[in-house]
């Protein structure tokens, strides 16, 4: 009986495969009864008693294995159901079965919990170790507490599926999330925002606060970018000028950081995660540049350390040593 309970709560609960070994099973189980019933009219004789009580409870059931699986149990076990409809015709039995409209409305109720609870997100992250921009979807990710399959790319020989997934630009990151590809990371951070919105908000919910962050974001991405990319790209008066940029730039976001801990107030929100980026790459910056931004940007270089000590960027970020190597690396292939 345990079995039987076993494979029909599989007719609703599972797929595929296990769906009809479950469904094969079902009616074995049913058959080795009816032959075990033979031509009595109860499993007790003549007379109805402990194993047709324990057996009939699962007749109120059949209508919903049989929807959910979609699969008859009429025609392989005809007697065992002429046997069912004896023992409703008794009063006892009539009055204490659950009707069976009832139960399928109920399992249709556990169909749609277990489906929403076991239904696995896929969500895969395409990007690069050192990239301040991936590191803004890990970042993100990681403070919703999402579980994500990182996946690394070869920039120099891109996989097939990033050029499916990013056909536009074809860069990192990309979120594939259930087969669907986000594109460029601060979108990609707001749409995690969105869809795990339950948790560790990362915009403001005022519309003005939410304006005003993106507002800074656009800023950092139009105006901190090249000055930066400039640094460890070129050297002499070229870089002097990428330098004075980008200190220029950082000094009016500190002004916008006032004496807040964070961007985002007393919380680490959409222009920290953006800034972390630039964040993990500032001590590469400075021995590319061999200048110093504390000096020039104290309380934003205390800001920057508090984004950096954050459980979720410490284990976004690779090691500031090797962000700091790959740079020269790369500084030798452009400019030395
Ligand atoms: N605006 C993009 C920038 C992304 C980006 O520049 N990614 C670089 C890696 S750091 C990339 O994929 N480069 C490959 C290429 O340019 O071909 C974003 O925010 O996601």
Redesign the pocket.
Known sequence: MLLLFVCGRKTWATKGEELEEAKKEFIEILKTLQSELGDKPYFGGDRFGFVDIVLIGFYSWFPAYQRFGNFSIEPECSKLMDWAKRCMERESVAMSLPDPDKVVGYVLQLKKLYDSATMAEEVILLD?WP????VRARIALREKGVEFEYREEN?RD?SPLLLQMNPV?????VLIHNGKPV????NVVQYIDEVWSDRNPILPSDPYQRAQARFWVDFI?TKLYEPADKIWSTKGEEQETAKKKYIEVLKVLESELGDKPYFGGDNFGYVDIAMTGYYSWFEASEKCGNFSIEPECPTLMASARRCLQRESVVNSLGDSEEIVAFAFKIRKIYCV
């Open positions: 690069f990239s301040p921009f991936g920039l891109k630009h074809k860069k990192i990151p594109c460029e990371s601060m991405d």
